[in-house]
Every structure is written in structure tokens, then in C-alpha cells.
């Protein structure tokens, strides 16, 4: 089902299995599409929405799980009751909409052991160390996506420059903390995990605790500096 007109035109929900659907609000990673995610997911949170188990945004939509027994009786599927459900709280949302994200900044020891592949990137960008870390720590992202693992944020604006293709071999463990490079991506390591991104550095700061509530640091919509420092 399509929105009609105006920021939402191309909204499409669609059925995710028998327990979710997936409402999509764009077909491309960008500024416009992630501000109208950040609005979507914002409004369907604080809706409150009875039988709405879980809300999960990703780069070009969103997710909305569902206890199909709330919806029963509704309509002929439950399904169908909870799309208009859904759609009755996104039909007016604008990108403006999206709250404001916090400036959170993060340590990072550059190189060495804790970036073994600052080097790569250096030689395959034609960029000093020195310049690979200046360009990296110099620059403000936005968090677009949290996920691949627990608290772990996919964050847009690396500088082009920067672009360095994922490891041809990933990694079987990588060290919680690492600030890796993929592409046109950055992001840290909340937890140690298998990864294939080429590793600058690795912050002390923990981005995941089972124990703090909310566990993940980060949120999407957050602004992330990068702040050198001489040690992790």
C-alpha cells in the first residue's frame, strides 16, 4: 500500500511473516530518508500502540512487530487491522518531525594495535596516517542504524576520501571498541565479533551494558565526534 502524496508518497507496507510488517519510506540511503525514518519511528513509539511489541528502524524503513491477537477480529486479517493502525499514526508525519539527536563524543586511539589497518586505508586512499586520522576525527556523523550486533552504530558521513573497500578476509574476532571503515561507512564495535571492516583505532567507551538502561549507548539520529587520544 502506497501513501499519497507529499513526503510519504512512496511509503509501502507490506506483510513481514505473520507477526510484523515492514513499512518502507524510501528506497536509498540519504539525509531525506533518514530524517523521515527518525519521524516515523519517533511517532510509533510514543503512539503506545496495544499489541505493538517492537519498533526497529533500519536505513530505508521500518519494522513493526505485532501480537496478532490484539488485532483479531478487527478486520479480516489481523494483518489488515494493524497496517491501518499503523498508517493512522504516519499518515500527517513530516521529516521535521524527528526530535532532535544529542552530540555524544567518542575516544579514539588511532593506529597501532588498536587500528591495524589504518595503514590500508592509508596507502588505498593515497592519504598520510596523519591525514587519515585528521580527516576521520575531523568530521561530525549522524547515526543512521543500530544493528549487525548489539548497540552497534552504522553511521553516515564519512568523508568520500575515506572510502575503503570492507577486508577480502574478515576477521574471526574483533577486539569490542574498534572503530572500523566499510565502504562509505564507519562504526564501532560494541562487543568483540567475527568483521570484515578495516580497523583506524578503538575507543574505551562501552557502546553496549546489558545492565545500563537503555543498554545501547547510542540511538539513531545521535551526532558522533571522533576525539584522538593517546591510549585506549
Known sequence: MHAAGGPLSRMRVV???????????????????????????????AAGLPGVRDVVPAY?????????????GVGP??????????????????PADA????????PVHYGGADGPDIEHVAH????????????????????YVIGFAPGFPFLA???PRLATPRRAS?????????????????????????GGWNLIGRTAQRLFLPERDPPALLRIGDRIRFVPVSGV
Open 15 to 45: 506483510p513481514l511473516g505473520d507477526t510484523a510488517l515492514l513499512v518502507e519510506l524510501g528506497d536509498g540511503i540519504d539525509a531525506a530518508t533518514h530524517a523521515l525514518v527518525r519521524a516515523a519511528f519517533d511517532a510509533l513509539s
Open 60 to 72: 530505508t524503513g521500518i519494522a513493526v512487530h505485532y501480537d496478532p491477537l490484539a488485532f483479531a
Open 77 to 94: 486479517l489481523p494483518y489488515d487491522a494493524a497496517r491501518r493502525t499503523i498508517l493512522d499514526v504516519l499518515g500527517r508525519i513530516r
Open 99 to 106: 526530535a532532535s539527536g544529542r552530540t555524544v563524543e567518542i
Open 124 to 143: 588505498h586512499t593515497g592519504l598520510s596516517v596523519d591525514e587519515v586520522i585528521a580527516l576521520h576525527a575531523g568530521t561530525e556523523y549522524t547515526v
Open 157 to 159: 558521513g564519512l568523508p
Open 170 to 194: 574478515p576477521r574471526s574476532s574483533v577486539p569490542a571498541g574498534s572503530v572500523g571503515i566499510a565502504g562509505l561507512q564507519t562504526g564501532v564495535y560494541p562487543l568483540a565479533t567475527p
